[in-house]
Each structure stands twice: as C-alpha cells, then as structure tokens.
C-alpha cells in the first residue's frame, strides 16, 4: 500500500492526525494548566488534575477516574518511589522577591519558617577579597572581608547558622553553596546561577531537608548582598495527596478471533511541574483531551 496515510508514511499520519485535531481547544487546555503551579502532591497539580477529569468527561472519554496516593516520600509502586507532598503557599525574601509573583523564586521543597518568618542575618560565600571562594571556610580565617553590605563567613563558619547564605562565588557550583550552607546550618540560601537578566530558573532542593531556597536575578542578588539582614517568610503545607487521571477512549469494533480485538494502547503524559510549563508537559496533557 503506497500514498497518503499509508503504514510508515509518517507525514500522511501526521496530516490525518492533525485535520482532526482541535488546535484551539488544546490551546484553552495548555492555558488553564498554565495557570496551576503543579509540583508533585500539591494543591496546585491537585487542582490540574481535577480540571483534566472533568475535560476528559466532556471530550467524550469513558470510564474517567481521579485516583489519590499517598505521598510520604517512602512508599512504592515498583521503581517508582512516591513523592514527598510539598505545597508552597507563599514566600518573601523582604524587599528582594517573592512568591508566587515569580514562580520560580522559591526553591521546591524549601523548609517552612513558620507563619511570621524569620529576621536573619546576611552573610556571603563569594566572590572577592574576605570570602570563601569554594574552599573549605576554616582556610578562609583571618583574611580580610568586605568593606560593607552583606558579612563573608571566612572569619568563623558559625556565621552561617540561622543566616540567608548569598551564593555569589562563581567558582563555587550551587551543590557545593548548597552543601556548605547546610552544613554549617544557614537557615536558607539564594542564588543567580540558575537565572538570567529579568528572569529566574528553577532550584530543586531534597524533599525534607533543613534549608530553604531562593532564585533570584543578578540584581536582585546584589540587592540582597548589600543588606546586613532581610525578613524571610516560607509558608507551606504537606497535606496533598499525589493525584492521577486515568480514562478510556473505546477503540473500532473488530471481528471475533481478529487478534488486535484484544489489544490496549497506553497513551500518557506527566501533569507534574511548576508554572507555567507549557511544554512540560501541559501541551502533551492536553493532546490526550482532543478528540
């Protein structure tokens, strides 16, 4: 067989594929999930995955079901290891950025401070004369710090406990800031590395862990340094359940003994990331819903 939608003829698959498909209302689709912060076992991806249940029932798709797991960090379900309910409510670096007005401002499964926030110290593991610049802070004692702003911790690492910790060594990777920050038991951190001019990328801490995390730009990091304290308030939750939307969408009838009568296609597509997000993975989401 040769010509359009013929087997292996991709374009002519494609071409089918996309005359049916309703590009307008997957766009409507990828904006509303859009608009949900979806960590793993959150409220946000909790509310993503209610909106997809109840657009699966409209598109005509059967048998939709929103199912709910546990989400202890511990349990599971063959390699995969249940995710850690983690629910950001809202966070401030006082007079530098704040969440949820940039999304990626906080770090995931930065620890909460507690509903009025924490006044803190700050004190720079950086760049310059005075700082650690990535080594060791003990080899650090005794060289001379900076003349204003934000404290160096190479004069006694205790300066790290209970302080936002400002990343601006650039010879010093994030999982080593990270590392020392923790160590010697710095409330939280903040950092440029991951983020650009007017823009912030994304940070990743280990679920459970003691610090707290903040991405910021340049210039916002070199507000922070320049400041000998700043208030810092996390506030989040862990009560979400880790959700899962499940549908079917009944195949052509075949006659008795034809073998493909029996046969199942999984389609699938991850619901879980912070906002936005549109290609990871709200568009795929949000392919399964036209019909």
Do not use: K
């Amino acid at each position: 067989m040769t010509g359009p939608g013929a087997a292996g003829d991709v374009g002519g698959t494609a071409g089918l594929a996309h005359a049916r498909f309703d590009v307008g209302a997957a766009e409507r689709d990828v904006t509303e999930l859009c608009r949900f912060d979806r960590y793993q076992a959150s409220d946000g991806i909790m509310a993503a995955a209610a909106y997809v249940a109840e657009r699966a029932e409209r598109a005509g798709l059967s048998d939709v079901r929103l199912l709910e797991f546990p989400a202890d960090g511990g349990r599971h379900w063959w390699t995969f290891r249940a995710p850690s309910s983690w629910t950001p409510v809202h966070a401030e670096l006082a007079g530098v950025a704040a969440y949820p007005d940039r999304p990626f401002a906080l770090a995931a499964y930065s620890a909460p401070t507690g509903p009025d926030g924490v006044e803190a110290p700050v004190v720079r593991l950086g760049a310059g004369p005075g700082t650690t610049r990535g080594v060791p802070l003990e080899s650090t004692r005794g060289a001379p710090g900076p003349a204003r702003g934000a404290g160096t911790a190479h004069d006694d690492p205790e300066r790290l406990r209970g302080a936002i910790a400002v990343h601006d060594d650039p010879d010093l990777p994030l999982p080593a800031a990270l590392d020392l920050a923790a160590r010697y038991g710095a409330l939280g951190l903040a950092t440029d590395r991951v983020s650009g001019p007017g823009r912030t990328g994304r940070i990743e801490l280990r679920a459970g862990g003691p610090l707290l995390a903040f991405s910021l730009t340049p210039g916002q990091l070199a507000d922070l340094a320049g400041r000998d304290r700043v208030r810092v308030t996390v506030r989040t939750h862990g009560a979400a359940p880790m959700p899962v939307v499940t549908a079917l969408l009944p195949g052509e009838p075949r006659e008795p003994g034809d073998p493909a009568a029996e046969e199942e296609v999984l389609l699938s597509a991850h619901l879980c990331h912070p906002r936005p997000s549109a290609n990871d993975n709200a568009s795929g989401v949000a392919a399964l819903l036209v019909r």
